[in-house]
């Protein structure tokens, strides 16, 4: 398998001088991997290392857009505090993507920003949620018909513990595999979802494939043993970039992260025709949104 993990030794988080073959290693799927671009902590902000800052009724602590942060327990105090400290993180993401892809800027819409103090390999989940398996991110209730998804991660795990990732094989290779399999598409069945409300717009036939790549890795054991991948751990002090709607991944272990997630229209990429939605439509030999 070809190299997936493009490692950059720069430990600003604002790049000087970014360099084309990164940005068609991230748009063709890979890793950009930044070993010595952390983010630090005060000692104040140290005390949020504890899962029992993450109210238990929720996943993960998330920040949005207009700085409402949700998920976490504490007084108002430690909340606004935590939310400072997340949105700090949200800034740094920031100013590495727009100097990193100065393409993308004018057209990122932002999403919330999220802090996981809880470990991985503790959580019990269904096997469609169970991030431990190799997938692509798609989401059932959110289609998007082709906006990319581009995510910004950091360790801050205090104590040495990696967030030890698989990265699978490249999305065209996961897509041939998968693609026979496929259920067909039905617009009708997708305007009843839109009608109920299960979907928050109506599933495109991209929308759907991607959803059955997603389930049929998660669901093929054997594919999740067999598959050309690669184990990386990314130690506390480090930083990863990814489109994780094309990167084949899966979260083997870890505990104490903060992710940044920003959406792109396909048509504002360098190369548009290296995004899922173009290589899913070379696939199947037609328009799927």
């Known amino acids: ?15 000087a001088a970014p360099q084309d073959a990164w940005i068609h290693a991230l748009e063709a799927g890979k890793v950009l991997y930044f070993p010595r671009l952390g983010f630090q902590l005060t000692d104040a902000e140290k005390r949020f290392l504890t899962p029992e800052i993450r109210d238990p009724n929720t ?16 007084d108002a105090t430690a ?22 892809l100065p393409r993308y800027t004018s057209a990122l819409r932002l999403a919330p ?3 996981r103090p809880s470990q991985v390999e503790s959580r019990s989940q269904s096997w469609r ?14 289609p998007n018909h082709g906006e990319r998804i581009l995510r910004v991660f950091t360790n801050i795990n205090p104590n040495g513990a990696a967030r030890v990732w698989r990265v699978g094989e490249p999305f065209e290779a996961v897509a041939k595999r998968f693609l026979p399999r496929s259920k067909p598409y039905s617009r009708w069945q997708a305007k009843a979802l839109h009608a109920l409300h299960v979907t928050k717009a109506l599933r495109s036939e991209y929308d759907h494939l991607r959803l059955q790549l997603h389930d049929g890795m998660k669901s093929d054991l054997q594919y999740q043993k067999e598959a050309p991948q690669v184990e990386v751990p990314f130690p ?5 970039v990814c489109f994780s709607d094309q990167t084949s991944h899966a979260v083997t272990s870890g505990q104490y992260m903060m992710e940044q997630t920003f959406h792109l229209p396909v048509a504002q990429q360098y190369n548009p025709d290296a995004s899922p ?4 439509s070379r696939l199947t030999g037609r328009s799927l949104i």
């Open 113 to 115: 920003t999220s802090y």
């Open 129 to 142: 949620a169970d991030d431990r398996r190799l997938h692509v991110d798609a989401f059932p209730s959110r």
């Open 59 to 74: 996943r993960n602590i998330s920040l949005d857009a207009n700085g409402s942060l949700k998920g976490a327990t504490g």
């Open 1 to 15: 398998m070809e190299q997936q993990i493009i490692e950059i030794d720069s430990a600003e988080w604002r790049i």
């Open 79 to 100: 909340q606004k505090e935590l939310a400072a400290m997340i949105g700090r993180f949200r800034a740094q993401a920031q100013i590495l993507i727009h100097s990193l």
């Open 277 to 280: 939605l173009a290589i899913l």
């Open 236 to 240: 506390p002090g480090s930083v990863w």
